[in-house]
Each structure stands twice: as structure tokens, then as C-alpha cells.
């Protein structure tokens, strides 16, 4: 048939792709996909798991991603979410309903903690938090309710360590499932699914993207059972993911290995240095030696990342906002995970309810970047240096 300009401004002949095999994935944008006939179109619903039917529910470039991180968390199927605390809130809500009752460690991340205390509850479903430092206290909160435990190992911020295999135990045995929020240890260092989790959510938007420029989640189950129900919720509520985001992750994966190895580096070194220093309480970093929670890393984890938090004696507490001034390379800002280190304030007290934070309501996350070492340990410096004389501006500080 031929067709006048018009036409063909809109109708896109095809050129061969047979023989272009490009190391990295395409990015393919679609809400709509064409069938080749009308029957094809009648049947799409029957194109089962692998097919494609609607942009929504999953293009090239996002099952692309899907299946690298269900290999990499060694589960059976993954769902790209538009933001990590989106992955929190979905895998969550696809698996309680009114009446049931869901456990979360005092630690978890605080948006989780906002979305239980007002949208579970909302549903009717009863919410109450444990130490995840104390399975004795997980065991005695346990209900016959109880559907689900949610944790987080590293605890966010404060870095306390959960025993993932004895409280899937506890859970099963209840009848619940277990969900962990591994976003600081990636499915490099740390594999939940492999420990007896059943959900496992990634904030891909932290190490795994790795450049601070893009928004995504994951969730990968380990039972297909449990696949059926997450994808029709999902479905349902019109989530999916962008393809072009996608893309930035699938691209930032490629490195994380490395970087994270860096990162992690670097951060153990720094740690280590910081221990003792007179202006800095405490240096939470799992696996350093003598924190809480050191055999757990030690038999769980395969290696650390580029995150650490420092708590402050009250001598220094006061001086903390001033100091962070004083930080030339260290960009102050949330999130983590970049090429750029960062420095973020963060209170911790009005986040605690089965536990209680000691101490100054001030700590400092720190996540360590690809920028020099020497040059981020001499900011280090002038922070600590800051801390002891707030008034005395560096000329580092200009
Ligand atoms: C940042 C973060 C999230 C949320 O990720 P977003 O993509 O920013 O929504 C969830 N869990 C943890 C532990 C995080 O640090």
C-alpha cells in the first residue's frame, strides 16, 4: 500500500535488528503495543507472564532489570516500584488486610514507619514495633494475628543488626511472613531471601542507580506464590516503572560492584580513625569490631557499605549544625549512595517507640562517595575540628 507523507510521518517502517547485540539494554517507551491481528489482540490476556500486552506492565528495559536483580537476590520474580518507599508501602499492603497484624523493628526506615502508623492502620490492620535487637521481645509480640514482620538489618541510621534466620523462623512459625528492606546492604553484601526472608525491597535509588539522578524500588519474593498477588495489586493501582529510569538503574548496576567495594573501603578505614576521637560518642558502622551486632555481620553479610553514623557526646551535640558548615567537600543533603559523599543531620528520638535512643537527639549520617580519600578525611577534619571550636571559621569554610 502506499502511503501519502502524512501516513508516513506516523507509520514506522521496520528495519532489520537481527545481528544488533548492543552490551548495554535498549530503552523501549511504550503505553501502547500493537498486535499483529485481531485475534492476537483478543488473546493477549492468555500471553502469560513473558508477554507483553500494555507499557504498564512491563517493557524490555524493566524486565531486563527484573530479572538481573531476581538473580542477584536469588528469588523468583521482581517488581520494579516508581521509588524505594514505594516498594516499602506496596509489598506491605499487598499481604495484610483488616484485622491481621503486622510486627515492625523499631529501626525501619522512617517513611515505613509513617505508612503503618497511618495508611495500614487506616486499613484496620493493628501496627506495633519490636527491638531488633531483642528476639525475646520480637517472640513476645507475636500474636495469632500477626501476618507479617518487617525489618530492617542495618536499622536505618542507627545500624543496629537483626538476626534474619532466627526471626524468619519465629515467623514462619507464626504463620507470617518476613520482609526486609535491604537497601544499605544491596544483594551484593547481604541476600535475604537466602536467610529465610520471603519479600526483600532494594531503594534501587541508592547504591544500585548510584548517581543520585533517579527515583526507583524494588521487590523480589522468593515463593511465586507470593508473585501473583504483588503483580495484580500493582496492576491494579496503575504502578509501573519508567523505562528511561529503568535504564539509568540497569546502567548504574553495572558498576555497583565496584563502587560499593570503594565505598566500603574507605568508609571501614574512616570509621576505624573516628573511633575514640574525643568530640564523636559513638561510630555505627556494622562490621566494625565491638559494635552491637558483629557475629550477625560477620556470619551474614558479604562485605559493608559506604554508610556510617556518628553519635555525639553532649559537649559536642549543640555544635554539630554549625560545624556541618564547615564541609567543603561533603555536600550536605538526604539520600545516599551517590558518587558524591554526603552529610545529613538526623534525629532519631521521635522514631523510637519499642526501643529508647540514648543520648543527644543528634547523629550524623555519613556516606562516603568516589572523591578522594585523603581529601575527604582532611573535610573530615575540618568538621571534627568545628565540632571543638564552632567559632573559629577555616578558611577552608569560605
Ligand atoms: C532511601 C530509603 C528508602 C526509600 O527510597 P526512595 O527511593 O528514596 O523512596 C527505603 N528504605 C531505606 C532503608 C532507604 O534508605
Redesign the pocket.
Known sequence: MTMSDLTQCVVTPRVATKGFDPVGVGIHRASTIVFEDAAAYASRGARGEAGYSYGLYGTPTTRTLEEKLTRLEQGTRTFLTP????A?ALAAMAFLEKGQHILLADTV?P??RDFALNDLARMGVEVAFFDPTDLEDLKARIRPETRMIWC?SPG?TTMELMDIPAAADLAHKAGALLGV?N??ATPLNLKPLTLGADIV?E????YVAGHSDV???SITVRDPDLAKPLKDMIGRMGIGASPDDASLVLRGLETLGVRMRHSGEVAYRFAERLVGHPMIDQVLLPGLAGTQGYDLFKRDFLGNSGVFTLTFPDKSAANVFAALDHFCVFAIGA??GGTRSLAAPMPVRANRTATQWQGPDVTLRLSIGLEDENELWDDLQRFLDALASPSVRTDAAE
Do not use: F, R
Open positions: 521509588s524505594g518507599q514505594a516499602n526506615y517513611p515505613m530492617e536505618s528492606d537497601t544499605w525491597i531503594a534501587l535509588t541508592k527515583l526507583m524500588g539520600s545516599w
